[in-house]
């Protein structure tokens, strides 16, 4: 059979037990939890057979603390007990090892850790354990810090608009990714398939390219007549592009041959939409970058001022400038719609729209919009739309996110936060104890979360 019968694993596992008791020469141990996480527990089925076999007869496992070569450790022993367990170097190490080999030196302190299996890094995973387990509030290790745990940082502080979203995603990842600056160790392997990153990479820079080449040569606005000239520019500006992108991502010549013809197809498709569109939008400047003081309005009509900074795919306006089109080109999840803050995780095209009608007094904001278009493999376009209107009809629940966001990163507030697709593929989940994120239901009564979690509600 292709798979393994259970009856398979048990042998592998019957043999697996036999090779590591024979290896044992002068002392044999063996061992089992009483309770797990306050369930009872029984000993498995292997140590059931070694009492019986030194018994001479069937033992059941509730009668197994019975046997006169039962220690239970998780009792008081006798002193007698205890004296021999403490001073019998072949059985019970630690204690001999921590009395005998003494001093402050590395070498000490390494022959501890060696043959004890305690040194500091173990006694913090206990303390770790120990607080995450217990509670109903979150604790350091849980990532919530106490008062004055940032260094010592500039008194004005900047924030991108994509970190503000990942905190909202998860306040751990935060934590780990923008704080901690910890990166996954990647595993070296052959690529079978383009990355979805890089592909976007190679889509974004492509049409930066191409709208910039559009306005050197006054073809803006795009109209059907340009379509033939705009299908083959995009098609050279990819191969360019895909020159670079190739040495920068090795991987089989056949897998980048396809995935070249897909993204030139989608491209085009994309272009010719562009060409034939009627919007009362015209190109002015690709990947364009805002940054600077953000004033928001709070729930109780107060100003809150922030400084923070980001970058958009496509800024478009009406021939009068009155009217203004901020672009995020998406090529990943599909986006359609009308666009809500989700929470603080969708907060870009919000906050760029505002920044440009902050800094632009003659644009309409009824009429100005920001769109998150996405091109699917095939190069259909599907729109995502956050209208003025609706910005400053929501501008006191945006300020509410903002602040909330950024009084959380300064306070140190960065508990994990359960989601179940985003947990799945999180590249620190060796980092977040799952206890931690299962308990927040239970810990979302710690008061330091209140607005974080009140802002986590507003779609």
């Known amino acids: 059979p292709l798979l393994p019968l259970k009856s398979d694993r048990l042998e ?26 306050g369930d009872k527990k029984l000993p498995s089925r292997f ?19 019975e046997l006169p070569f039962f220690e ?43 043959y004890t299996g305690r040194s500091a890094r173990f006694d913090r995973t206990l303390e770790a354990r120990r607080a995450r387990h217990a509670g109903k509030t979150f604790t350091p290790w849980d990532g919530v810090m106490p008062a004055g745990w940032r260094r010592g940082d500039a008194d004005e502080k900047e924030y991108a608009v994509t970190s503000l979203e990942l905190y909202a995603e998860c306040p751990f990842k935060f934590l780990m990714n923008n704080v901690l ?23 974004h820079r492509a049409l930066h390219r191409f709208y910039n080449r559009a306005a050197e040569q006054g073809r803006i606005p795009l109209t ?10 995009i098609t050279e500006i990819l191969h360019r592009v895909l020159i670079r992108v190739r040495e920068e991502n090795p991987a089989p010549e056949v897998v980048w041959n396809i995935q070249s013809r897909m993204c030139d197809a989608r491209l085009k498709r994309f272009i010719t939409h562009m060409c034939r569109q009627t919007a009362p939008f015209s190109f002015r400047a690709a ?39 901020v ?20 907060l870009q095209l919000a906050i760029y729209l505002k920044g ?36 400053s009809e929501r501008a006191q629940e945006l300020g509410l996110i903002v602040k909330a966001i950024t009084d959380g990163i300064e306070s140190g507030l960065f508990p994990p936060l359960e989601d179940e697709k985003n947990c799945r593929y999180c590249d620190f989940q060796l980092a977040c104890d799952q206890r931690s994120r299962h308990s927040l239901p239970f810990r979302q009564g710690d008061p330091r979360l209140a607005e974080l979690m009140k802002a986590r509600d507003i779609r």
């Open 287 to 325: 990947e364009e970058s805002i940054e600077g003081p953000f004033t928001f309005e709070l729930p109780d009509g107060s100003p809150f001022t922030i400084r923070l900074k980001g970058k958009f795919d496509r800024l478009d306006t009406s021939p009068d400038g009155r009217q203004l089109r």
């Open 224 to 233: 059907p007549a340009d379509e033939d000239w705009a299908r083959d520019a």
């Open 327 to 346: 672009i995020d080109y998406k090529t990943g999840k599909e986006r359609s719609g009308e666009i809500g803050f989700k929470g603080g995780r969708q």
């Open 12 to 37: 592998e596992e019957r043999l697996l037990f036999a090779l590591a008791v024979d290896a044992a020469r002068e002392l044999l141990a063996l061992s089992y939890p009483s309770q797990e996480e």
């Open 181 to 203: 600056q910890a990166r996954p160790v990647e595993e070296p392997e052959s690529l079978l398939e383009v990355p979805p990153a890089v592909v976007g990479s190679v889509i």
């Open 72 to 114: 239970d450790d998780a009792s008081d022993p006798a002193p007698d007990l205890l004296t021999r367990r403490t001073t019998d170097p072949k059985r019970y190490p630690i204690n001999w090892v921590m009395a005998h080999i003494t001093g402050d030196n590395r070498r000490a302190q390494a022959f501890q850790a060696l």
């Open 356 to 391: 440009l009608l902050d800094k632009s007094p003659d644009a309409d904001p009824a009429t100005s919009l920001a769109q998150y278009l996405s091109i699917d493999s095939a190069g259909n376009i599907k729109e995502a739309t956050l209208e003025g209107a609706k910005l």
């Open 47 to 65: 140590l059931i057979e070694v009492c019986r076999i030194q018994t001479g007869h069937p033992i059941e496992a509730e009668r197994i603390s």
